[in-house]
């Protein structure tokens, strides 16, 4: 805590009232160390997201990484009362690639009905879910040269955050498609394997899959700024970290404008259709994404 405390002192803003949920005996054990991937993660999710929206009160959800895990974190989230309430945003920054197994979870299509029939709870319950896209290009860093999006990232019923590099801070500025294969890495996107293309889609020029040429959901929905280059200096340990960046970035930055949205109005719900519909360009697939 004393951590999140320095980071929002020294930009000068209010720290956000945190309360910390553990899942299955997932306990909000931090390593303590600049460098480790993990506790910069919920870090940035935290620094991110109450930095945009001043004043809100943040449930930081810890879980095992499992199927069971997984549903049971969303079971809490939604159907749980921590405090403060239902959240009326989730901002999710994890991921693995469909179909593939890491340290004990493998995103089966049985495991992601499962844990998809959560996100339609959340649709109907109102509340708005993002999910970084991941940070490893279009093979969602499985490397056997065919392409792959990240699960729950490709889930119909989430907000879907790729990544963008901001190119000029003038007046105003410039983004393109973040791409930076050599160093910080290269947003995540492409068609899923397991969800066909949602009706809101129909229309936007989502391409076919480059694998086998089918037609399936396409990612990312929305995207925003991802280059460490111009990403965020947190506190870990005491310390300053390197600037941090990547999807999970993206994913609290919107959870953040739409709490403040919901702050002033009634709750957006899911976005997807309505993203859509008032879309004035097609949707794309673009630069090396």
């Given at each position: 805590?004393?951590?999140?405390?320095?980071?929002?002192?020294?930009?000068?803003?209010?720290?956000?009232?945190?309360?910390d949920?553990?899942?299955?005996?997932?306990?909000?054990?931090?390593?303590?160390?600049?460098?480790?991937?993990?506790?910069?993660?919920?870090?940035?999710?935290?620094?991110?997201?109450?930095?945009?929206?001043?004043?809100?009160?943040?449930?930081?959800?810890?879980?095992?990484?499992?199927?069971?895990?997984?549903?049971?974190?969303?079971?809490?989230?939604?159907?749980?009362?921590?405090?403060?309430?239902?959240?009326?945003?989730?901002?999710?920054?994890?991921?693995?690639?469909?179909?593939?197994?890491?340290?004990?979870?493998?995103?089966?299509?049985?495991?992601?009905?499962?844990?998809?029939?959560?996100?339609?709870?959340?649709?109907?319950?109102?509340?708005?879910?993002?999910?970084?896209?991941?940070?490893?290009?279009?093979?969602?860093?499985?490397?056997?040269?065919?392409?792959?999006?990240l699960?729950?990232?490709?889930?119909?019923?989430?907000?879907?955050?790729?990544?963008?590099?901001?190119?000029?801070?003038?007046?105003?500025?410039?983004?393109?498609t973040?791409?930076d294969?050599?160093?910080?890495?290269?947003?995540?996107?492409?068609?899923?394997?397991?969800?066909?293309?949602?009706?809101?889609?129909v229309?936007?020029?989502?391409?076919?899959?480059?694998?086998?040429g089918?037609?399936?959901?396409?990612?990312?929905?929305?995207?925003?700024?991802?280059?460490?280059?111009?990403?965020?200096?947190?506190?870990?340990?005491?310390?300053?970290?390197?600037?941090?960046?990547?999807?999970?970035?993206?994913?609290?930055?919107?959870?953040?404008?739409?709490?403040?949205?919901?702050?002033?109005?009634?709750?957006?719900?899911?976005?997807?259709?309505?993203?859509?519909?008032?879309?004035?360009t097609?949707?794309?697939?673009?630069?090396?994404?």
């Amino acid at each position: 805590m004393s951590d999140i405390q320095t980071f929002f002192t020294n930009l000068g803003l209010t720290t956000p009232a945190l309360t910390d949920v553990n899942v299955d005996g997932a306990p909000n054990a931090p390593s303590g160390d600049p460098s480790s991937s993990a506790d910069i993660e919920v870090a940035l999710d935290i620094g991110v997201a109450g930095a945009v929206a001043q004043g809100v009160g943040i449930n930081v959800y810890f879980a095992p990484w499992t199927e069971q895990g997984w549903v049971d974190v969303l079971g809490n989230a939604l159907f749980e009362d921590p405090g403060p309430g239902v959240p009326s945003v989730l901002s999710i920054s994890w991921g693995w690639p469909e179909d593939e197994s890491k340290d004990g979870l493998t995103w089966t299509v049985n495991a992601i009905k499962t844990v998809s029939g959560f996100f339609q709870d959340a649709a109907m319950l109102g509340v708005t879910v993002f999910v970084a896209s991941g940070d490893a290009g279009s093979d969602g860093g499985i490397g056997d040269k065919k392409a792959h999006v990240l699960y729950p990232a490709s889930d119909p019923f989430v907000t879907c955050c790729g990544g963008t590099t901001i190119n000029q801070t003038t007046s105003s500025f410039t983004q393109s498609t973040w791409y930076d294969p050599l160093d910080s890495g290269v947003t995540g996107g492409g068609i899923s394997d397991v969800f066909p293309l949602p009706p809101w889609q129909v229309g936007a020029g989502v391409p076919v899959s480059v694998n086998d040429g089918h037609v399936g959901r396409g990612i990312p929905d929305v995207a925003g700024n991802a280059d460490p280059r111009s990403g965020y200096v947190l506190i870990i340990g005491g310390q300053s970290t390197l600037p941090a960046g990547g999807t999970s970035a993206v994913a609290p930055l919107y959870a953040g404008l739409v709490a403040l949205l919901n702050a002033g109005l009634s709750p957006w719900g899911y976005l997807n259709p309505t993203l859509y519909m008032s879309a004035k360009t097609p949707w794309s697939l673009s630069g090396h994404c």
